[in-house]
């Protein structure tokens, strides 16, 4: 192999690897609607702990693990995020504790965070921490729907329906 070979090869190694690492970190802490399970049904997450660890309108579930570098500064985020709003409350497992999970809820990274409504119902996911606008759109998104009433539209009366 010849010296113009060999660099001609690292320079596309180093290319498909710059668009691979790109690619990858453009997907990192989007919102992606959960997916349904193959009967048609929601992904719902009301065993994995007691009632009254889930927020009453929504719940921040965040997967992670002891050597997740990104996982203390996504939770103290889900922690300010959820601070604003009632009826809102972060949820941690530790899949080193609950390995199951991750292949229940097709975890490949952590953080992985489940945005699920009042009802346990997952309603969105984000693979990696979530993007704070987009996180605050999918946020509005489960809260405008839990206050709405049953004709589609907002409730501006603030009443909850009792659960």
């Known amino acids: ?8 090869v690292l320079a596309g190694v180093l290319a498909l690897a710059t668009v691979l690492g790109l690619l990858l970190r453009s997907r990192t802490g989007r919102a992606k609607p959960s997916p349904t399970s193959a009967d048609g049904t929601a992904s719902t997450v009301a065993d994995l702990a007691p009632p009254t660890a889930f927020g009453t309108r929504a719940t921040l579930l965040q997967f992670s693990t002891p050597t997740c570098a ?16 009632d009826g809102v409350t972060r949820l941690e497992i530790d899949l080193a ?10 975890v490949l990274q952590t953080p992985t965070v ?21 996180l605050a759109a999918a946020l509005a998104t489960v809260l405008t729907a839990g206050t709405a009433g049953t004709t589609g539209t907002a409730d501006t009366t603030d009443t909850q329906e009792s659960r």
Not at 1 to 8: E, K, P, S
Not at 70 to 85: E, G, I, K, M
């Open 70 to 85: 990104r996982c203390p500064a996504t939770a103290r985020h889900l922690d300010s995020v959820a601070a604003r709003h």
């Open 114 to 134: 489940l945005l699920v409504d009042g009802s346990g119902t997952v309603r969105t996911r984000f693979g990696g921490p979530p993007r704070p606008p987009e």
């Open 97 to 106: 504790e609950h390995p199951g999970l991750a292949g229940r809820f097709n």
């Open 1 to 8: 192999m010849t010296v113009i070979v060999a660099v001609a």
